[in-house]
């Protein structure tokens, strides 16, 4: 079963603070993206990678920076927390063909800026 | 880019019921990859089933969609609705690049005892 696990759970934050959300994927997967999701606007792409070191521009990725440090590591960070980025985010990870594309979500990351 | 829209909002419906989730796409690419996903209440978005190949039907756990080309459709229908099906559900076109995923705004169904 693949795995995805993303930390912490639930985070706390006030305007202007500083965020770092984790994900590590144990997939063995090239692809990870990290996704907002809000009531009315599903799930967006912020920012995705295709293995360490790779950074790719989502649909919605002002405010947000990340980094891949290894191919099991995606990191999501706010460098000026804003009450906009108030959402539950979603870690995830795909393999190519062989795994028919399917994208495996962590459990998210609830995350409230004051 | 690619796109989807999907039945808007909130659908409820009354246990045993037929359930019939639209979706249609726009997608640049001519050998389309449509997937649904579900996410129950307090979990996160699963696969529930996929298509790559047109005019065939593709059935997990009880439902079922068949991807048609001709009319850019990737409909979700279940015969019988169940309490256990009430969730979200997204449709969502393979973008070629990156394996994204776009998805759309979901839609949510309520089924009632």
């Known amino acids: 079963e693949a795995a995805v696990t993303q930390s912490p759970r639930n985070k706390v934050t006030v305007t202007g603070g500083n965020v770092t959300l984790s994900c590590r994927q144990t997939?063995?997967?090239?692809?990870m993206y990290w996704y907002r999701q809000d009531t009315g606007h599903g799930l967006r792409l912020i920012h995705y990678?295709?293995?360490?070191?790779?950074?790719q521009i989502g649909d919605v990725p002002d405010g947000y920076k990340a980094t891949r440090t290894t191919q099991e590591d995606f990191f999501l960070l706010l460098e000026l927390a804003s009450p906009s980025q108030t959402s539950l985010y979603f870690c995830?990870?795909?393999?190519?063909?062989?795994?028919?594309?399917?994208?495996?979500f962590g459990p998210g990351t609830r995350l409230t800026v004051l | 880019g690619d796109s989807v829209t999907q039945t808007e909002g909130l659908v409820t419906l009354t246990e045993g019921l037929p359930v019939m989730l639209n979706c249609t796409y726009q997608t640049i690419y001519s050998n389309p990859f449509l997937f649904w996903y579900v996410q129950h209440l307090n979990e996160s978005p699963r696969l529930l089933l996929k298509?790559?190949?047109?005019?065939k039907r593709t059935e997990h756990q009880g439902f079922h969609a068949t991807l048609h080309k001709s009319s850019s459709s990737f409909h979700l229908q279940k015969s019988s609705a169940q309490l256990s099906d009430s969730a979200l559900y997204y449709c969502a076109p393979l973008s070629g690049s990156f394996n994204k995923l776009t998805f759309g705004a979901g839609t949510r169904l309520a089924v009632c005892p």
């Open positions: 990678s295709y293995g360490a070191g790779n950074l």
């Open positions: 997939n063995s997967h090239n692809y």
């Open positions: 995830a990870s795909s393999g190519d063909w062989g795994s028919s594309y399917e994208q495996y």
């Open positions: 298509s790559f190949t047109d005019n």
